[in-house]
């Protein structure tokens, strides 16, 4: 069985708001996995698959404005 390549996609948010955000997410049951929240640049890696981006990226446009989300970067994990 061949594995599916993990993508990475980076947002950005308020430090206040993580927890929040990490708790709405786990609700998605397999959606994205969080990873490396970085408190100093307010930063969050999503793990997830390509063939669950659009996905991913529907549920956070889905998101209240007050989490002050942004997607600030995407790449494939070269492992």
Known sequence: MASEETL???VQ????QAFLFQSLLESEEGLAVPRCF???????QLWTTPSQRA???GWLNTLPEVLEVQTVAEWVWKG
């Open 38 to 44: 970085d408190p100093e640049h307010k930063k969050l």
């Open 55 to 57: 996905d991913l990226l």
């Open 8 to 10: 990475i996609i980076e």
């Open 13 to 16: 948010m308020p430090a206040r």
